[in-house]
């Protein structure tokens, strides 16, 4: 096998560029340092722990079988840690969009053109499922770094959390022109750090982060088990705390839920207020499709949005995908669209939804399994309030998350259905005042939709 880890690693990092995608291999390869290459074994030096464990969990196969082919037989790569990055062309390291210059305070004004116009408060219909979000999200909007803080959103995918971080950008720079305002996603904000380290320019990624007014972290949960990430996202976020800086976070989970993030972040993310984005019910599906078709030149009717919104209760992404597909069949053939077509159009989605649908077994198994009741107790005529307060649970989940009347629901909990609505009455009374049940409920739905 040829030893020469310089030559043999030119040879691997190329074929390597062709089969990575660009970002990655500037992020990733490009500053490894070859080191040696004795007895099948291929040592590469990175700066340090962070691109080690990353490079080991992600991309060791296939930088193993590059090395491989360039060195003529099988080799085992191992990361080095320590290591100078080679050094990157000239060329590149102008063109990294981390050590790009900071855009002068004029150009800021460019600012707004980051964010999704459609994604402003204005667009945004509000419903049982998201009002206490929404509050939120428009009193920090108003008073920055005052209202609550950090303010931690968290939901299933496509219920609005994007759509509201984006909202309380724009309508704080429509306040405050020259507001530093940085949205990035989690992800991002961890390529902008690693970019940092790479190219030795924390110092500038730092003064970037903790000099803004809000900071925005869209799905925070790619944190998990990132440890240098966190701990440099700590200091970010001390740092913005103690001067009064906004901070906003979504994730799929409550803090206390995500895996693998360090207690210390778990409870800064719980100082200020964690509010949760709930599936919108019947009704709220049926507004936020006539406001997206507000925009649009052709109209669906009234009924034909409702069989939509009766179908697509879980992701408002794909009830618009279902309007958006309507609305391009009626411009493209100029036909309107009726029952019967809109279902065959929609079958996929269709499809899609009924997988994810949830059935009244499933909640009563969910809910009694979390209340340690049987299953049996959901339907028996058993009243201790041991049992009687899971089963009202369950019926109130049961009017939320299937389209089932409340005379369907009570059969199914061998009941009639003036219990079915004292019982949602009583158990939405009781979320209105306590916070704690509140989360309870929440981590029962989300057990329920998986
Ligand atoms: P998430 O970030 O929670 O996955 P998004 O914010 O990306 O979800 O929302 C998905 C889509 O649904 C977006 O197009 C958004 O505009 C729309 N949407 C979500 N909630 C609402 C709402 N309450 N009113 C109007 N549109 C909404
Ligand atoms: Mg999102």
């Not at 440890?227 to 800086?245: D, G, P, V």
């Not at 399994?369 to 019926?395: G, H």
Request: hydrophobic share 40%; net charge neutral; charged share 25%.
């Amino acid at each position: 096998m040829p030893g020469d880890v310089t030559s043999v690693w030119a040879t691997a990092s190329a074929r390597l560029q062709q089969v990575l995608n660009e970002d990655t291999f500037e992020r990733w390869i490009a500053g490894i340092r070859p080191l040696s290459l004795q007895g099948g074994v291929c040592r590469l030096g990175v700066s340090n722990d962070m691109f080690s464990d990353w490079l080991a969990t992600n991309y060791q196969s296939v930088i193993q079988e590059a090395v491989s082919l360039a060195a003529g037989g099988p080799a085992k790569v191992v990361f080095e840690s320590g290591h100078e990055p080679a050094d990157l062309p000239a060329s590149q390291a102008a063109l990294s969009p981390a050590t790009g210059p900071r855009p002068a305070a004029d150009e800021r004004d460019e600012a707004s053109s980051r964010f999704n116009r459609h994604y402003s408060f204005d667009n945004f219909v509000i419903g049982e499922n998201n009002k206490f979000a929404h509050a939120a999200c428009s009193a920090v909007a108003k008073n920055p770094g005052k209202a609550y803080n950090p303010l931690f959103i968290y939901g299933g995918t496509g219920l609005g959390k994007t759509h509201l971080l984006q909202s309380v950008a724009q309508d704080v720079l429509s306040r405050r022109k020259r507001a530093r305002i940085e949205y990035l996603t989690s992800e991002e904000f961890f390529n902008r750090f690693i970019d940092g380290l790479r190219d030795k320019s924390l110092p500038k990624f730092r003064q970037i982060f903790r000099n803004v007014d809000v900071l925005l972290i869209d799905d925070v949960h790619f944190f998990t088990g990132k440890e240098q990430l966190q701990e440099e996202f700590f200091h970010t976020f001390n740092a913005l705390y103690n001067a009064h800086k906004q901070i906003i976070i979504t994730s799929d989970r409550p803090p206390h839920e995500i895996k693998g993030l360090e207690k210390r972040l778990v409870s800064r993310f719980e100082w200020g207020l964690a509010t949760e984005v709930q599936s919108p019910d019947l009704e709220t599906r049926v507004a936020i499709l006539r406001r997206k078709q507000a925009d649009q030149s052709v109209k669906i009717d009234d009924d034909i949005l409702f069989f939509i919104a009766g179908y697509i209760k879980s992701n408002i992404r794909r009830l618009e995908g279902a309007l958006i597909r309507l609305i391009s069949h009626v411009s493209l053939t100029q036909t309107p669209v009726t029952r019967e077509l809109a279902e065959k159009l929609l079958q996929p989605m269709l499809d899609e939804e009924a997988s994810g649908a949830v059935s009244i077994e499933r909640i009563q198994k969910v809910v009694a399994e979390y209340y340690d009741v049987r299953v049996a107790d959901m339907t028996s005529k058993a009243r201790p309030a041991n049992i009687a307060f899971p089963r009202q649970v369950a019926m109130y989940l049961a009017r939320r998350l299937t389209d089932c009347s409340s005379p369907v629901i009570g059969e199914q909990f061998r009941r009639n259905h003036a219990t079915v609505l004292h019982a949602v009455t009583s158990v939405a009374a009781r979320l209105e005042k306590e916070a704690e049940f509140r989360q309870a409920v929440a981590i029962l739905e989300r057990k329920i939709r998986n």
